[in-house]
């Protein structure tokens, strides 16, 4: 959360003068012969007892030791479960370990009671622990997929184990790296899940074509040593750029108020750039000391022997299947184009409802928190975690001018009680006393209790007529709602800068490659419609709630807003190292041929083969994630999956093809001064060729 946001100066003041207004653990007791059972009495005196003996602990509230008109709102409206509500202290980073020290101690069953832990503080320990567990599960599903794929992809197995080895390389120096930079700032744990798998994917995809030209240029008559330089000097500087190209829209981050963003563009940018320097670093020197020993052990030969297929035959691209392919794309462009936007806009129209919250215990999976979060929402009058919190700092007027206050805020529609300095009122009648120290030196502060959901519309809305509430001084207010809408409102301030940087950059990237102001606006407007479609599929699965079964999450009816903008970032990125990859091949046959159609056919069945199996392999290196126990890292995971696969397939093999046969010459416009500069200035690949194609 911003530090200049309303709701976190409100709890840096409450945490300061009253650290029992913002309770972070949530012990739940319960128990099948009632929460006034002597069993039950005697382990929740003997929780609150431990609690407060604590060093880490400053504040503790107990259903046990609560006056008799204040309990109800610690008690189950069953009658069998009671609360415990205490606030551990520290940082971000401290509280959260110490809850989970403590929720780790305190929970279990005695006697028949059982006890759990909830709580922000135990959730985010929680899902510390659930992303370290989920890293081990979606490598060890992304490598051995991965270097399958790669064997599909080069038959070699030696040639198959370079990239995989020096993407296992990666994983393993992510950790020191996100380490180091842990070390220097806060850096989310978040990352070592997401930006591992980004740096395995970058590593796989940049050592992919480096091993290929570096065999396309053994098949071409150079010795080793000439085949290890000219790789160096294509594929490795194609390895640099996409690795800056990435880079560029993993900046866009920064612009971004909230440090998990910021966060995770510093480990990002850090990963991303180990991942290159190793690729550029291990692959030639493994390539120089291997030579034509890479293509050994090459599994298509005994394959081809067993089902009794002929060898394979080179042909010219021009007679290849994706020559072929893209060919009747640009016979019948307008169909091909329609067909495709129609199937991207139906996939995006989801997106059109789409609706943001912050993550709260629902993302875990059955974690504790998540059932003491369930329990809280449901069998409560009252949830404990969810209430607004109105602060009046410095208020040193009468006590009634606040039971007035209270009074009137008790009767908005959706409010259950307002707790006070004054007392406890429910529909404008006070009902039981006050909690103490809810008023000292430092002002004083009220707590409205609520059962809405603080991220859905109708808690917003709830906000919102709080806030019109006449106060008997100046008012302001925290609590989840509060904290939600205060984030909402600072990603959004920033998202047309951060749109305006990834534009402005995609533009000039593509314009130094191709000399065309038409063709960067075309990739704008295709990655627009591919990451709408993709979104669309997101907000349909991950806030619509469909496929629960399949994913096994627990749909809150909204999305994580800040998985949507990184997924944006990154997801751009990659279609644009793609975008240029494909335009980059397609411009060579253009300036030499000067037909558009050929040179699109040719620029397609160049790359084809390689992106295709570039994006195949970022696909699994992603797709590991949907496995995590945490809902917004399968959204992550899913999402990215889907964006590089619908990337690869519909936009560069369909409707960028026939866009481009439409418009024809066009496609290379520039006005006379840029074209002028892109002379001067032109860093697009030299004109080189693939391997031969097999029928």
């Not at 028949?112 to 959730?123: E, L």
Request: aromatic share 8%.
């Amino acid at each position: 959360m911003p530090p200049n946001t309303e709701s976190t100066q409100v709890a840096a003041l409450l945490n300061r003068s009253f650290p029992g207004a913002a309770p972070n653990i949530v012990l739940l007791v319960s128990a099948l012969e009632g929460i006034d059972s002597p069993a039950a009495r005697s382990v929740g005196e003997r929780l609150s007892k431990d609690l407060r003996g604590r060093g880490d602990i400053d504040a503790v509230q107990s259903y046990w030791e609560l006056p008799v008109d204040l309990r109800q709102a610690l008690r189950s409206t069953d009658d069998r479960s009671g609360l415990i509500l205490a606030h551990v202290n520290g940082d971000d980073t401290d509280a959260p370990k110490r809850a989970g020290r403590i929720a780790e101690q305190l929970a279990g069953e005695t006697d028949g009671v059982t006890v759990r832990a909830g709580g922000q503080a135990v959730a985010l320990d929680q899902m510390s622990h659930q992303i370290i567990k989920d890293l081990l599960v979606t490598e060890a599903i992304a490598v051995p997929l991965t270097g399958l794929a790669l064997m599909l992809v080069f038959g070699s197995v030696i040639a198959s184990m370079i990239p995989l080895a020096v993407g296992v390389f990666n994983i393993f120096a992510a950790l020191p790296i996100l380490r180091l930079l842990s070390e220097i700032g806060d850096v989310s744990i978040f990352a070592l899940n997401m930006m591992s798998a980004l740096g395995f994917a970058v590593a796989i995809d940049s050592s992919l074509f480096m091993v290929s030209r570096f065999r396309e240029e053994l098949a071409g008559g150079r010795d080793t040593t000439a085949a290890v330089l000219r790789t160096a000097q294509t594929a490795g500087r194609t390895v640099l750029f996409s690795g800056l190209v990435v880079a560029l829209s993993l900046s866009t981050l920064l612009v971004f108020p909230l440090y998990f963003l910021r966060s995770l563009a510093y480990a990002g940018l850090a990963v991303l750039a180990a991942a290159v320097f190793t690729t550029l670093l291990l692959v030639p020197a493994a390539l120089a000391v291997l030579g034509p020993r890479v293509n050994l052990f090459d599994l298509r030969i005994p394959l081809r022997r067993l089902l009794r297929r002929p060898p394979p035959v080179a042909v010219d691209l021009a007679a290849s299947r994706w020559y072929h392919a893209v060919t009747v794309v640009m016979r019948h462009p307008v169909v091909a184009a329609a067909a495709v936007i129609a199937v991207l806009l139906v996939l995006g129209a989801p997106f059109l409802s789409i609706r943001f919250g912050s993550a709260d215990d629902r993302v875990i999976a059955g974690a504790s928190s998540h059932e003491v979060g369930d329990a809280l929402r449901t069998e409560f009058r009252d949830n404990a975690m969810a209430g607004v919190l109105v602060a009046l700092p410095d208020y040193h007027g009468p006590t009634e001018s606040i039971g007035a206050y209270a009074a009137q805020l008790s009767r908005v529609d959706g409010v259950t009680s307002v707790v006070s300095a004054a007392g406890t009122y429910i529909g404008g009648t006070r009902l039981a006393s006050a909690l103490p120290d809810m008023a000292n030196d430092a002002g004083a502060y009220l707590r409205i209790g609520t059962r809405l959901d603080p991220y859905s519309p109708a808690g917003i809305d709830q906000l919102d007529r709080i806030r019109v509430v006449a106060a008997p001084g100046p008012a302001r207010f925290g609590g989840a709602a509060a904290e939600n809408v205060d984030a909402l409102h600072a990603l959004g301030a920033k998202v047309p800068l951060a749109i305006a940087l990834i534009a402005l950059s995609t533009f000039v990237v593509l314009f130094l490659f191709t000399g065309s102001v038409v063709l960067p606006v075309k990739a704008l407007v295709l990655n627009t419609l591919s990451l709408s479609a993709t979104f669309g599929a997101m907000v349909w699965i991950f806030q619509e709630g469909h496929l629960t079964g399949l994913f096994g999450f627990a749909p809150t009816g909204y999305l994580v807003p800040t998985m949507p903008i990184l997924m944006f970032c990154i997801a751009f990125g990659v279609s644009m190292d793609y975008e240029v990859f494909l335009l980059s091949r397609i411009r060579e046959d253009w300036l030499s041929f000067g037909d558009n159609t050929h040179a699109v056919a040719m620029g397609v069945a160049r790359t084809a083969r390689v992106f295709t199996a570039a994006a195949c392999l970022m696909a699994i290196a992603f797709a590991g994630m949907v496995t995590s126990h945490v809902s917004f890292i399968q959204l992550f995971g899913l999402g990215l999956t889907l964006a590089v696969l619908s990337d690869a397939t519909l936009i560069r093999g369909v409707l960028a093809p026939a866009l481009m046969r439409l418009m024809g010459a066009a496609n290379w416009w520039a006005p006379r001064h840029l074209a002028t500069l892109h002379e001067r200035i032109e860093i697009s690949e030299t004109s080189v060729d693939l391997e031969p194609v097999a029928k």
